[in-house]
């Protein structure tokens, strides 16, 4: 059985590896509501502005209704590298499937196939189709090639427990290396005893166990990332 | 937990990602979950039916009310098959009591009302906490995730009214023009059938949207408790610790592998010799044979029966024959040396032999022991007395100099005597990183070891250039940090230096650093 996880990595030509994070429905539902809310709250205002015009105003509050309803999205998705003003407040992105940004076609199709996920009158079609696909698209996703993924979260440089640096003793893959230098950021939140039991699995590297092997593991974190 | 056997990829999550871990646990086994899911709801609806079944619409709402305990089966299953276990429905059965020792009357009544309900309800659930303890982990928790766990819920609400909507006007969608059924507008006067469509309707839309709601809990819990006790890295510490064991195992083995290794023999003919020799026992396990292994047994059967695979070796080996004539010496020296070993008779079991090999061994482990005693006796006398010799002690100092900065050696040991001679040796040869890699490890040491500059092992560049940068007066401090800028461009960018930078770091060396000469 192969371990779930939420990350998708997939290869561009050039051969860089991009980690996507596809966005299931829930945090969808309130980024399309953050949407709503703010467009319904310009047409409201927008109303008033327009009442004063009479016949000729609801007219051009229709048209106004017609454009922010089916084109509100496409255009803050194209010229907002692919967020709407609702999934910059979710951490939420439109992107190509193969990483690259949204164009307009793919935005055009994706939009107006609302209709289709809407059906039949409450997103049941848009929900089943997020629910049956791995990457959670609707079909109009599917139909555009997109994916609504969740953003990269910014990276800090990390503030290390005050211990004297320890070399180490082997060469450490990459990976290995961010892994001890992510257990020296977030040992301050663990659990002293947890965070011990966690350094007595690395006692053949630190060749100590307790606070003695815990100690000596942040010392090489601090010696990996560098620095007084 | 045992890391390796986790279902899921353990990281630090944000919460709305985490709730989309479990929605792709529950896509992936969502068949387990539909079965316990059909059972549970079989059972709700064998119990209420037969008091509602005047008013299906109350049973509706019973249901409803009832979902937590539905949501204990979705739970089961999620939590069974993250930690590799099945969840079938005999499992489900079977782990009965498991499932509703706790909290289930709380979770039926004041809890059903919590707004994080599918969040906590594996500290219930699981870890099987009441009361004050269930109290308190529920805050460590909620702590953070409570706000997406609140936003998950509303999600729930949203998601069954709507589908419930849905699936409403599917059905009416569905009716032929003119058709004199009417979906909508009836919820005055509500006929039985009527009530029963609604019963129908409202399930589909629980059993499609109450999963997911679970499932989403469940992940928000399963992240929590990732950032809380880091199974993240314990998964990572446990590669790294057995690619660490293996690695030493391996040096350890070498020794004795090469030992082992045959005489060079003919190319491909010992692995296939040794893959024959290893697979030919092994037969498929009963039942059909499948075609891949067939071929397999087909090829090994071929490898050994058919003479034109046969490898035979030739091997010549000097043995010694008496002749009888050689001095007595010569002959013991030669039988010592060549002489064939008797293969050892498996004789009848004397007890006399028994005790001539048990004394033999007391005998050889004393010799070790006396041995190893006397050695020992005569190192311990070497390190006590080892000022009488002239050995060096080991000298208490409060700061080390470390042997190597940044991978570079750092030991006044190391350097030729005219530092800036060597390296124009080097650079003129066109090994000018060779040449700049001396200059600027040999100012390092000198800073180290003459001027009293204290920096650590993991000392960078520009820990160093900063250090320096206290230490020295601005003459000999801005040439440091020439060279330290020439040293990393050339380092890291493989930018040479041109010829005339180069001979200036060289005439500028001495002066900064008092090269000795």
């Known amino acids: 059985m192969k371990a779930i996880d939420t990350v998708r990595t997939i290869e561009t030509p050039e051969g860089v590896e991009l980690n996507l994070r596809p966005a299931g429905p829930v945090v969808r539902l309130w980024a399309l509501f953050v949407d709503q809310v703010i467009v319904w709250m310009v047409l409201m205002f927008a109303a008033f502005g327009l009442a004063f015009l009479g016949p000729l105003g609801l007219g051009l509050w229709f048209i106004l209704m017609f454009l922010a309803q089916w084109l509100y999205p496409v255009f803050f998705e194209v010229m907002g590298g692919g967020r709407t003003l609702g999934k910059r407040w979710l951490g939420l992105r439109v992107i190509m499937a193969d990483g690259r940004p949204i164009g307009w076609g793919p935005s055009l199709i994706r939009n107006l196939l609302r209709v289709v996920d809407g059906l039949p009158g409450a997103y049941t079609v848009g929900l089943v189709s997020l629910l049956l696909t791995r990457n959670f698209q609707r079909i109009g996703d599917l139909a555009a090639g997109t994916l609504v993924v969740h953003e990269q979260s910014s990276v800090f440089a990390p503030v290390l427990p005050e211990v004297e640096p320890v070399p180490l003793a082997q060469p450490l893959t990459l990976e290995e290396q961010s892994a001890i230098l992510s257990f020296a950021e977030r040992s301050p939140r663990l659990t002293s005893a947890r965070a011990e039991e966690l350094a007595d699995v690395l006692s053949p590297m630190t060749g100590a166990r307790g606070s003695e092997g815990l100690k000596v593991l942040l010392g090489m974190a601090r010696y990996l990332w560098g620095g007084q | ?517």
């Open chain 2, 1 to 517: 937990m045992k890391p390796g056997m986790l279902g899921f990829v353990p990281r630090t999550r944000t919460a709305m990602e985490s709730v989309d871990l479990g929605l792709s646990l529950l896509q992936v086994h969502w068949r387990e979950v539909a079965g316990v899911w059909g059972l549970q709801v079989l059972v709700l609806l064998g119990l209420v039916l037969p008091f509602f079944a005047r008013a299906p619409l109350w049973s509706l709402l019973i249901i409803w009310w009832l979902k937590p305990w539905l949501d204990r089966g979705v739970l089961f299953v999620l939590s069974r098959v993250v930690f590799g276990q099945s969840a079938s429905l005999w499992d489900f059965l079977g782990d009965w009591r498991g499932v509703h020792r706790t909290g289930l009357v709380a979770g039926l009544l004041w809890r059903r009302f919590s707004p994080m309900r599918s969040y906590v309800l594996p500290v219930a659930q699981l870890e099987g906490l009441r009361g004050g303890a269930y109290h308190t982990r529920a805050r460590t928790l909620t702590r953070q995730g409570g706000g997406a766990a609140f936003l998950l819920t509303c999600s729930g609400w949203v998601f069954t009214i709507l589908t419930f909507i849905g699936f409403l006007a599917l059905v009416q969608g569905m009716m032929p023009p003119g058709s004199r059924v009417q979906v909508w507008g009836r919820f005055q006067s509500m006929t039985l059938g009527y009530q029963w469509f609604l019963l129908a309707s409202g399930i589909v839309a629980l059993t499609l949207t109450e999963p997911l709601f679970v499932a989403g809990g469940f992940g928000l819990y399963l992240n929590r408790r990732t950032h809380l006790e880091g199974w993240d890295l314990e998964l990572a510490f446990r590669r790294l610790a057995a690619r660490l064991v293996l690695f030493v195992i391996l040096l350890l083995s070498m020794p004795s592998l090469r030992a082992q290794q045959p005489q060079p023999a003919p190319a491909d003919e010992p692995s296939a010799k040794v893959e024959v020799e290893e697979q030919a026992p092994t037969y498929p396990p009963e039942g059909p044979l499948r075609p891949l292994e067939e071929a397999g047994l087909r090829a090994q059967r071929l490898l050994k029966e058919d003479p034109s695979f046969k490898h035979t070796e030739e091997v010549r080996v000097l043995t010694y024959e008496p002749s009888g004539r050689e001095p007595k010496w010569l002959r013991r020296l030669l039988d010592a040396l060549f002489a064939k070993k008797e293969p050892i008779q498996p004789s009848e079991t004397k007890s006399s032999d028994f005790l001539k090999v048990f004394w033999d061994i007391i005998a050889l482990i004393g010799k070790i022991l006396l041995v190893g005693g006397i050695l020992a006796f005569v190192l311990w006398l070497v390190y006590r007395f080892r000022h009488r010799l002239g050995l060096p002690m080991a000298v208490e100092a409060s700061w080390e100099a470390p042997p190597a900065v940044a991978g570079l050696d750092i030991r006044l040991e190391s350097l030729p005597p005219d530092v800036p001679a060597a390296a124009r040796i080097l650079f003129v040869q066109g090994e000018a990183r060779s040449a700049l890699a001396l200059l600027y490890r040999a100012a390092l040491a000198e800073l180290v070891h003459r001027k009293g500059m204290e920096i650590p092992i993991s000392a960078t560049e520009g820990d160093c250039l900063r250090a320096a940068g206290e230490h020295l007066e601005a003459g000999p401090a801005s040439t440091f940090q020439a060279l330290t800028r020439t040293w990393q461009r050339l380092a890291y960018k493989d930018e040479v230096p041109s010829r005339e930078g180069f001979e200036t770091l060289c005439e500028a060396w001495p002066v900064a650093f008092g090269g000795r000469s």
